[in-house]
C-alpha cells in the first residue's frame, strides 16, 4: 500500500512510549510505530492497520491549536473526537469481516493515556452503540 506523505515512523527511541494501538499525530504527521507501517507497506496489509490509519486521518481532519487543547483540556470533547474517529475505524473493520476489542478500548479511553475520558462503563455502552451502527 502507498502511504501517505504524512504518515510517518515514530522515532525508534520514542517506540516503546506507543505500544499497539496508540499512534500520535502532530504538525500534521500521523507516526505510526515499526510494525504497523511495516505491514501498511506491504501489498496486501491486515485490516487493523489500515484501520489506524484511518482513525489517526479522521483526527488530522481538525487539527490546529484550538482543536489540540480542547482536546487536551476537556475530557468530553477529547472523547468525542475519539468516538468520531472510532466510527470511522469501526465502519472499515465491518466491512473487511472484522471484530475488534471494545472492552479494550474502553479501558484505554477511561483510563491516563486518554486522561480519563469517559469512565468505563460509558465508553464501553458508547462503543458498543458505535460498532452496531457501523
Request: charged fraction near 30%; hydrophobic fraction near 35%; glycine fraction near 4%.
Amino acid at each position: 500500500m502507498k502511504l501517505p506523505s504524512h504518515v510517518k515512523p515514530i522515532p525508534g527511541f520514542l517506540n516503546w512510549l506507543y505500544p499497539k494501538g496508540f499512534t500520535p499525530f502532530l504538525l500534521n504527521k500521523i507516526y505510526l510505530n515499526n510494525r504497523i507501517l511495516r505491514d501498511l507497506e506491504t501489498e496486501n496489509p491486515k485490516p487493523h492497520s489500515v484501520s489506524i490509519l484511518i482513525h489517526e486521518q479522521e483526527h488530522l481532519k481538525r487539527r490546529g491549536l484550538t482543536h489540540s487543547l480542547k482536546y487536551a483540556l476537556l475530557p468530553k470533547h477529547r472523547l468525542k473526537e475519539e468516538l468520531r474517529a472510532y466510527k470511522k475505524q469501526f465502519v472499515y473493520l465491518k466491512s473487511k469481516g472484522e471484530e475488534y476489542d471494545i472492552e479494550n478500548v474502553a479501558r484505554k479511553l477511561s483510563g491516563p493515556f486518554y486522561l480519563f475520558a469517559a469512565d468505563y462503563k460509558r465508553a464501553k455502552k458508547l462503543l458498543e452503540d458505535l460498532w452496531q451502527q457501523a
